[in-house]
């Protein structure tokens, strides 16, 4: 379960990186085309593999489902927060 959890924070983070507001605000740079597609690619597989996890862990699919979106909601607010808090510490 903290694989699965760990691979959708990784896979929020590279969703987000993949935006030009978020590089910027992170890297202070240009974001490439080829690194834009690289991240998305890299988000998408990783939300489906921390899925699959869970799924395979969890004898319940409704329960996985369930535990799966809180924890994806728990880890849109930490990667939120933490966009905020480097594109401030400048």
């Given at each position: ?23 910027n605000a992170v890297v202070h ?62």
């Amino acid at each position: 379960m903290l694989i699965s959890i760990f691979l959708q924070t990784l896979a929020l983070a590279c969703l987000s990186l993949a935006m030009d507001k978020h590089y910027n605000a992170v890297v202070h740079g240009a974001l490439a085309t080829k690194r834009k597609v690289v991240l998305r690619i890299l988000g998408w597989v990783s939300l489906l593999i921390s899925f699959g996890l869970l799924i395979a862990q969890q004898p319940l699919l409704a329960i996985a489902v369930v535990d799966w979106l809180a924890w994806l909601s728990c880890n849109i607010l930490l990667v939120a927060l933490l966009l905020c808090w480097k594109s401030v510490k400048r």
